[in-house]
């Protein structure tokens, strides 16, 4: 990923969905003027403030996207954040999004799942999923994830009604 976004020095970078803080440690190390990491999670990005706080590299953590933040960045990096998206709108605000913070001929660069996903579907059934690909690995080929909670210990027939009304279908059997 680091690879493909080239240099970085002394560039404007938000880390989008900077979750523990990885990458925006990595983007300050390699020598962005100033790097912000965004996550909506609080208790990452508590650990990543933390984690500031002791090594003071000059990083910035949020869990807003103030309207100050729109058009200041050279690049936005998503990584693993696209699939949070549960709608096709979703995807699309989420997109928007990281776009209203690039400055004009700014880069956004996104890596959606791991480029070394296991391409056998059934792999990921233990963890309540299957991702299926007609062409796995190769550049642009779509890749489905399809969630099973059959296995899961909140899917048992007498939490159907609750799954109803978070806009879950159970199947009947």
């Known amino acids: 990923m680091l690879q493909r976004l080239g240099s970085v020095e002394q560039m ?10 990885l990458y925006s440690r990595l983007l300050k190390e390699r020598g962005a003027r100033r790097v912000v990491g965004y996550d909506e999670a609080e208790g990452m990005l508590r650990y990543a ?3 500031e706080e002791k090594e003071r590299r000059g990083i ?12 200041q960045f050279d690049v936005v990096l998503g ?4 699939p ?6 979703g995807l699309h605000a989420m997109c928007a999004s990281m776009s209203r913070l690039l400055r004009p001929g700014g880069r956004l660069l996104t890596l959606p799942i791991h480029p070394a996903y296991e ?9 309540g999923l299957r991702l299926v ?18 296995h ?12 109803a009304t978070a806009g879950h279908v159970q199947e009947e059997r």
């Open 12 to 21: 404007d970078v938000l880390d989008f969905g900077c979750g523990s803080g």
């Open 49 to 51: 403030s933390r984690r």
């Open 60 to 71: 910035e953590y949020t869990s807003r996207l103030a309207d100050r933040l729109e058009g």
């Open 79 to 82: 990584v693993y954040v696209l």
């Open 84 to 89: 949070y998206a549960s709608t096709r709108e």
């Open 119 to 127: 391409g056998d579907p059934e792999y990921y059934r233990p963890y």
């Open 133 to 150: 690909s007609d062409r796995p690995h190769e550049e642009g080929g779509a890749v489905q994830l399809e969630l099973s909670y059959d």
């Open 152 to 163: 899961l210990c909140m899917m048992r027939p007498e939490h159907g009604p609750d799954w």
